[in-house]
């Protein structure tokens, strides 16, 4: 395996109760002011054309991810978000089969 | 369940809509399918057994929505029926819950909706074979009124008969109410007549409609009038009947008599709901005068559950398309919602603006809503919502419309807000829409992006070409690069790698940026992945292993995309393990033990972790075929824990040797003088025990026996010494020990001793022997409760909830204080009981007491005090002691009160009615429960149904609905459910209690296949013993005694003396005595010594072999002297019974032969007192003028009669009569000692015949004094009380302690001095 390690370290937090008015690119918009986003993840259902209400933000850094932790509330549109951190490396797998990435 | 059949929510109808319904005419009916005859195959027992469980499974989803919303939704409702339907046979029922939810609970619905709703029910559920009741045809009536539907009553009643379905009261009730919705009371009237014509009541509810129907028909007089016409008919308007004037005035829109009637209902101390104001509020709108709306909203006490109902009236209103005063409604209870709101983005109402959306309010209505929301900061964005609400809907032109008014608020638009309508048109290819909705995002200047394009707009078109094409066509413009990327992303999803390739090769390709195919590209691999799991599974070899690790690197490498596939990789590995080693079997396991390690192996060297959760799932699997050495080699191993848990159990161990170690002969020597209640002994005994072994500790139950024969005794130091002793030597107590503990304090509560039971008390818990338990520590209460010492006990009360967090016999209290009227003191116990338990528990303790006292009426204002709700265990606790003191008046009437609180579970209301009824057989009271329920238009749970049928088929009458199946777990093995032992035992159990033998053993089979060493419980043997000796199958229950003692069960007496019994009857005394071989063999059952003795005699005698039986009984007596205190009378009784003259003067000639020769006289007294019980008086004369018979003789018959205790009153009256009669009185009446005897004679008559009669009681004591029986002080307590009634002076001193110390005192004389009783 030539990418392990160092390379596949991601630093990601959950985030959850995302309202249905912003999409990935709000999103990520928002928390770029923690850190570098290098992934963000908001599954949509394709049978409804909502997405689902949570979202994974993967940060390059730690520091990214510690600054995006300490904020509270984070408040998006008015609405508030809740961030945690990534516990669950798998939790995002499941939903991830019917929905698609944007 | 209660929620979902509130009646009182239901709105009523205007004659406003009237004229607006296009269904006003009398002509149209509902239309009731007729029934068929249709016999559908009778549905398996699997099939009832998970309708039963679909029924309760319907009915929680049901009702947890009306309990959090008051309502149902139209989606839900038909999900339910749908699941419903697809089971096949409904049952009556499911039926019944169903079109009970089509009426007024589902606010949301137009009404004509919900008709057509309730038909389609109806007729589909008739179709599949549902059997109609009359609670069906009510319920529909009910839907009917509810919904306004204009249909003929007379119709109704001929559908019903052509039926064979016989209208009951509420059947005729709601036919009034339907002519009177439409005040035409001339049809109202007739029904009326065919009531009066039957004898049925005319209750309240029959002059609530026609209150409606003369307001309809215009005579406002009349209407008014039936108030009087109530109050002369003995019925006091309540408050349905001020709600139908109230809504008639609303109806003609006169405020200034709904504000009087409002005052008059306040002064006549009835109470209003809310939710009847929300009617009011509806019928004024209904008719347009919503100007006076704010008025009543005025009125409203904000009790429990108004939001929920505020709510229902706002939906209604939107409904019937008043939405302008569901609004005014929604802004006068915002403040109550404001409180409930956390989030710093309120969103009130959110409720109202979906409705609208459904409903298709104009669009420019909606936004005037949301302004006005959003200005008083009610709703941070409800623009926003209305959108989503009309996106979910799939409204694309008011979601336009909406978005229309986003932009000019300066509100962001965004691409995805189209995906919802995008996916929509996608579903069903729908072309025209797709391009629609695209043009409307050009309009509004939202420019799509890729992910809109390859997921919701490209799947429409059957190829990118023809899209490209379309657009073009309709005038839509679309970068050309993002149709391209969005093609790319097509092919990749599926998984089509080769075309990805190509198209990724072509030279036309446009700089596209990796992360826009990336996911699709990851979703194809999890495709090829699947399908290589898959390959794995027909065998494990290395081949998919491998192709899978170089597949991914080469694409990797030749592609040179960083595609975060590492990450991807050892998820997926580990998966892959997780699934490959799940999908093989044990031997398989065992036998590639080698190949697995291999490919552990293999995984270490690649550097593969795996992460913990997945090798937790390994390693169970490899455990579980036990194999853990395979997952020691790469992983670690549990070992340590194993070790632990021997140590442990090796500790246990030790210590079950240890208790086993102490002097036993001393432990049971002390227990037998506690049970023998030598406290000196027993405490001699201890201390000798101590001297000898200081560690020796007795178990917990010979302890606390210790202890209680000790503080009985008044050495309560030693008894509080014993309990330190039990903590030094650490003694556990179990729950039945404690349950011993408790008796202890008790007694020393009735001797009214509280300091002993405070040492004992506090000593227990402070000592941590047991914890603080309501039981352990009512004693205390108990003792002063005892000596009607309220403030004493009160104190106590304090005490132990200070001390000990317990509140133990509060409810006796209450009900004390109540009785006694101590308004003072039982405000302090009221104040305590609030501040330790909160307000609602102190109200349900006061409640339960009015009832208890059976003050009623305070107990209704209790009930109703506003924010009260329902506590089902509290409901139950009480409704359970009515029931075990047979106390149906207090129950009736709290199922009665509590109609309208809040979140109350009718269906356990009336069943716990019910089960009162079962257990006093009152059918006419259960049939009256019925009608009450229907009245109330419940749904009731199955359990409830059979119980009702169960009654009325005890008592041989007609049960009029369908009774559902008692669910049999039987065929859970079809369903693949594997049973424990313990359910199929119950089953068993069960099935025998009902006598179905057949059945039961058609049970044990199936469990003896499923279950590997399956046996009958105790319990069900001795039941299954009982239930074949009832149907005479004697080999069959010796057999299953011998069973039983092989497998060292204790059989019952009572099993025992059923079978003894039964052999008997069948004349089989060699069994008898086989029976009598083996039972003593067990030693530890408690039998009637005579049991084999007179069985066998009637074995006998059931064989013609009198003699033998005579022989038999003759050489008891003679044999042992001490049997002269067993009976033989059971034999004489089932000779007797049976009629049998010849044998019954063998046995006679045995009695007096026994009295001449052997001076054995229990025979004849056996046999004399069963001659007067069964008033054979003459036989009984003619034992007595046996010759040889002394008066000593009769003395020992009269002491052996009444000590035995006869005092029924036959017999009673007899001997009296016999007193004055032959030598009794010159012998009898003249000894100084036999003065008791004489008494009981007496006592009896004046206790039971002549307690009222003053001049016989006077007559007979004064005979009493002539003869010189000197009577007990109970009956000189109760001659005082009737000279004190009489007015005469009482010609004794009246004994000065109460009642019941003298009952208690005479009981235990009695009991000392009668002998035990045998048989």
């Known amino acids: ?102 | 369940m209660a929620a979902l059949l509130r009646s009182a929510r239901l709105l009523k109808c205007s004659p406003a809509a009237l004229s607006t319904l296009p269904c006003v005419s009398c002509r149209q009916y509902g239309v009731v399918p007729e029934q068929r005859g249709l016999v559908k195959d009778e549905p398996s027992v699997a099939v009832r057994s998970k309708q039963a469980q679909q029924f309760d499974w319907a009915l929680a989803k049901l009702d947890s929505s009306v309990r959090r919303t008051g309502r149902v939704t139209k989606t839900l409702l038909l999900r339910i029926f749908h699941d419903i339907c697809r089971t096949g046979y409904p049952s009556g029922n499911q039926a019944l819950l169903l079109l009970r939810s089509c009426g007024s609970l589902l606010p949301e619905v137009p009404l004509a909706e919900r008709i057509e709703l309730s038909q389609q029910i109806w007729d589909k559920l008739q179709e599949l074979g549902t059997t109609y009741d009359v609670s069906h045809y009510n319920a529909l009536l009910k839907t009917y009124l509810q919904n306004e539907f204009r249909f003929s009553p007379t119709d109704f009643l001929t559908k019903m008969e052509s039926a064979n379905v016989q209208p009951n009261r509420v059947t005729y009730q709601r036919l009034i109410a339907a002519y009177c919705e439409v005040g035409d009371i001339e049809g109202a009237s007739t029904i009326l007549g065919f009531m009066k014509s039957k004898d049925l009541p005319i209750t309240e509810a029959v002059f609530n409609s026609l209150v409606t129907g003369h307001a309809r028909a215009g005579d406002m007089d009349s209407a008014e009038g039936i108030l009087s016409v109530m109050k002369g008919a003995g019925i006091e308007p309540g408050p349905d009947t001020y709600l139908s004037l109230l809504n008639v005035y609303a109806e003609k829109g006169d405020i200034a008599k709904i504000k009087q009637t409002l005052e008059t209902v306040e002064n006549a101390d009835i109470l209003l709901m809310d939710r009847d104001l929300m009617q009011v509020v509806f019928s004024l709108t209904k008719a347009s005068h919503q100007q006076h709306v704010p008025e009543i909203v005025e009125h409203m006490r904000h009790e429990r559950g108004y939001v929920p109902d505020a709510m229902n009236l706002c939906l209604s209103l939107i409904t019937h398309g008043h939405e302008e005063t569901a609004f005014s409604v929604l802004k006068s209870f915002t403040g109550l919602l404001v409180e409930s709101q956390t989030s710093d983005s309120p969103d009130l109402g959110n409720f109202f603006l979906r409705h609208c959306a459904n409903m298709d309010k104009p669009v420019e209505n909606i936004v005037g809503f949301c302004k006005d929301l959003k200005d008083s900061g009610l709703h941070s964005s409800p623009l926003q919502f209305t959108l989503q609400c009309a996106l979910e809907a799939k409204k694309t032109g008011m979601a336009v419309e909406l978005m229309r008014s986003m932009k000019e608020e300066g509100l962001p638009l965004r691409p995805h807000y189209f995906c919802p309508l995008f996916t929509h048109y996608q579903k069903d290819k729908n072309i025209p829409g797709t391009l629609q909705a695209l043009r409307a995002m050009q309009e509004l200047g939202v420019a799509s992006d890729v992910d809109t394009f390859s997921i919701y707009i490209l799947p429409s078109f059957p190829s990118v070409d023809s899209a490209r094409t379309s657009l073009k066509e309709a005038g839509i413009d679309v970068d050309g690069n993002i149709l391209i990327a969005a093609e790319l992303r097509t092919e990749a999803s599926r998984g089509n790698l080769a075309g990805l390739f190509s198209l990724m090769s072509s030279p036309a390709l446009p700089n596209i940026d990796l992360s826009a195919f990336r996911a699709s590209l990851i979703s194809g691999f999890r495709g090829l992945f699947a399908g290589l799991q898959y390959f794995c599974c027909s065998g494990p070899t290395e081949a998919p292993f491998v192709y899978l690790y170089d597949s991914i690197n080469v694409f990797i490498e030749s592609r040179k995309c960083q595609i975060g596939s590492s990450l991807l990789f050892a998820e997926n590995v580990a998966y892959f393990l997780y699934n490959l080693i799940d999908s093989l079997n044990e031997t398989e396991v065992h036998s590639k033990e080698e190949q697995i390690r291999e490919y552990f192996g293999l995984l270490k060297n690649m550097n593969i972790s795996i992460s913990l959760n997945i090798f937790r799932g390994i390693r169970n699997i490899l455990e579980s075929y036990q194999v853990p050495e395979l997952v020691k080699s790469p992983f670690k191993t549990i070992r340590q824990y194993l070790c632990i848990h021997k140590l442990e159990r090796a500790l246990e161990l030790k210590t079950q040797y240890e208790t086993d170690m102490t002097p036993a002969a001393y432990a049971t020597l002390i227990n037998l003088c506690c049970r023998h209640d030598n406290a000196e002994e027993a405490l001699k005994l201890k201390m000798e025990l101590a001297r000898k072994d200081s560690d020796a500790a007795l178990d917990a139950q010979k302890y606390v026996a210790l202890v209680r024969v000790l503080s009985k005794h008044g050495k309560l130091e030693e008894a509080i010494d014993m309990l330190k002793e039990m903590k030094e030597k650490d003694v556990q107590l179990r729950d039945s020990t404690i349950g011993l503990l408790t008796l202890t304090m008790n007694t020393a509560a009735m001797k009214g001793d509280a300091n002993t039971i405070r040492r004992l008390q506090e000593t227990i818990f402070t000592l941590g022997l047991a914890k603080p338990s309501s039981n352990l520590c009512s004693p205390l209460i108990a003792c002063y409760l005892e000596s009607e010492n309220y403030a004493g006990a009160f104190d106590a009360t304090v005490e132990v909830q200070k001390q000990y967090n317990q509140m133990p016999k509060i409810h006796d209290l209450i009900c004390g204080l109540v009785e006694k009227g101590d308004a003072e003191l039982l405000q302090k116990v009221m104040e305590f009981l609030s501040q330790e338990r909160g307000e609602m528990m102190m109200l349900y303790d006061l409640y339960f007491a009015f009832l208890q006292t059976g003050r009623y009426k305070e107990a209704r204002k209790i009930i109703e005090t506003p924010g009260l709700r329902a506590r089902p265990t509290r409901l139950q606790w009480f409704a359970e002691k009515c029931i075990a003191a047979q106390q149906m008046e207090p129950l009736e009437n709290m199922v009665d009160m509590t109609v309208k609180l809040f979140e109350c579970d009718r269906d356990d209301m009336y069943h716990y009615l019910l089960r009162l009824c079962k257990e006093t057989n009152d059918w006419q009271k259960a049939e009256a429960t019925w009608m009450k329920m229907q009245e109330e238009n419940l749904a009731p749970r199955e359990r409830t149904l059979r119980l009702l049928a169960d009654i009325l088929k005890n008592n041989d009458k007609e049960v009029p609905f369908e009774v559902p199946e008692v669910k049999e777990p039987i065929r859970s093995d079809s369903m693949g459910m594997v049973l424990s032992p313990a359910p199929y035992d119950t089953l068993i159990k069960t099935l025998l209690a009902s006598g179905n033998i057949e059945d039961a053993m058609a049970v044990k089979n199936i469990a003896t296949d499923h279950i590997p060493g399956f046996s009958l419980s105790d319990n069900a043997n001795n039941l299954l013993i009982i239930s074949q000796v009832k149907r005479c199958q004697m080999k069959d229950a010796m057999g299953t005694l011998k069973g039983m003692l092989q497998a060292d069960q204790v059989p019952t007496q009572l099993a025992i003396t059923r079978l003894v019994q039964g052999l008997a009857s069948e004349g089989n005394s060699q069994d008898i005595q086989e029976a009598e071989a083996l039972v003593k063999t067990l030693g530890s059952i408690k039998l009637s010594s005579m049991l084999f003795v007179n069985n066998t005699a009637l074995a006998h005698i059931k064989k013609y072999d009198i003699d033998s039986a005579v022989e038999l009984l003759e050489s008891f007596y003679i044999q042992n002297t001490e049997n002269q205190k067993s009976s033989i009378s059971f034999v004489f009784r089932k000779v007797l019974d049976a009629n049998n003259d010849a044998v019954l003067d063998k046995l006679s000639a045995m009695a007096e032969r026994l009295c001449n020769h052997f001076a054995s006289y229990r025979a004849a007294t056996d046999l004399f007192l069963i001659y007067l019980d069964t008033g054979r008086t003459e036989e009984a004369k003619f034992l007595l003028q046996v010759p040889s018979l002394t008066n000593q003789d009769i003395h020992t018959v009269y002491t052996c009669f009444l000590m035995r205790g006869y005092f029924s009153q036959r017999s009673v009256r007899t001997l009296t009569h016999f007193s004055t009669w032959r030598p009794l009185q010159h012998y009898y009446f003249m000894r100084p000692d036999m003065c008791r005897m004489k008494y009981c004679m007496f006592s009896p008559s004046l206790s039971t015949g002549l307690d009222k009669d003053f001049s016989s009681a006077k007559a007979l004591y004064e005979r009493m004094q002539a003869e010189g029986v000197k009577a007990d002080e109970l009956t000189l307590k109760r001659l005082a009380l009737l000279y004190k009634e009489a007015g005469e002076t009482v010609p004794f001193e009246e004994p000065p302690e109460s009642f019941r110390f003298y009952a208690d005192k005479l009981n235990k004389q009695r009991s000392e001095s009668m002998e035990p009783a045998n048989n």
């Open chain 1, 1 to 102: 395996m030539a990418a392990t390690a160092a390379g596949k370290k991601v630093f990601e937090v959950f985030v959850s109760k995302v309202p249905w008015t912003v999409a990935t690119k709000e999103v990520k918009e928002y928390f770029r002011q923690f850190g570098q986003v290098k992934k963000c993840l908001l599954p949509f259902d394709k049978e409804t054309g909502f997405h689902r209400g949570f979202c994974w933000i993967g940060f390059t850094t730690e520091e990214g991810l510690q600054n995006a932790l300490q904020k509270d509330p984070h408040i998006i549109e008015g609405a508030r978000l809740q961030v945690q951190k990534n516990r669950k490396p798998f939790s995002g797998r499941k939903s991830n089969k019917e929905a698609e990435d944007i």
